[in-house]
């Protein structure tokens, strides 16, 4: 059995790091941007998404981030976000990367968690600087489009999340390379591996012989590399990975 043969490679592992896409959040309502019910069907996101988009009309980007945010903060842990916290406090994993910009994993206890997509847990001023949390700017998007700054007045509030066209945040980008240089086995769950530098993680990870474990619901380009390929929900499978590994 597939889920038995990852939990021997996760139970002798000492520096088990796992990789996390938005399809661990997808059981817990937040849409993917690929796969089946991905937000691509609807839109282009790397349109929507990108920077040059918000630089030059943010009421454009908030029009349609009003309405994920809205669904992402009502959003809870699933079994999958609380499996890999149990596996962290059992000391199976070291490190949790993540693509995801929700705060699930947070939320469900994980305690090492490498945002390589910042958090869109707030929203930055580009113009004078002052951070406010997402909720706060959430409350006003009904009455204010675009929002605008409690401190300077500016329009141009956005996310700490990184748009398409944006650089990724250095000392995550650092920390996730050398957890992957190290580690023994990499745990890739919910990513679709097509988003790079991101899927360049387990990459490095396999090349200084780590061990690779898949939990996808569709196959991704990178199931001939690995050791173990689940394809299934990460809602179901992790509960029972982390409980065969006593996590
Ligand atoms: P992706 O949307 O490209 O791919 C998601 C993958 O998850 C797909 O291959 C899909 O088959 C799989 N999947 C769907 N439901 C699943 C489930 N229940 N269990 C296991 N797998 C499931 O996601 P990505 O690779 O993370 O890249 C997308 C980019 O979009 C990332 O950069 C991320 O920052 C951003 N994003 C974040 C969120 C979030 O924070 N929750 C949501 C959407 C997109
Ligand atoms: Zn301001």
Known sequence: MTVERAAELLSTARRAVALTGAGVSAESGIPTFRGEGGLWAKYDPVKVSSIDTFLADPASYWRVSRDRGRVALAAKPNPGHLALAELEAAGRLVALITQNTDGLHQDSGSKRVIELHGSGRKVVCLDCGRVEPRSEVQERLDVEMPPRCRQCGGTRLKP????????MPAAAVQEAFELARNADVILVVGSSLVVYPAAEVPLVALR?????????AEPTPFDRFAHVVIHGRSGEVLPHLAALTGG
Do not use: K, Q
């Open 160 to 167: 700490t999340v990184v748009l398409f066209g944006e650089p």
């Open 208 to 216: 200084a012989g780590a061990r690779m474990i898949v939990v996808n």
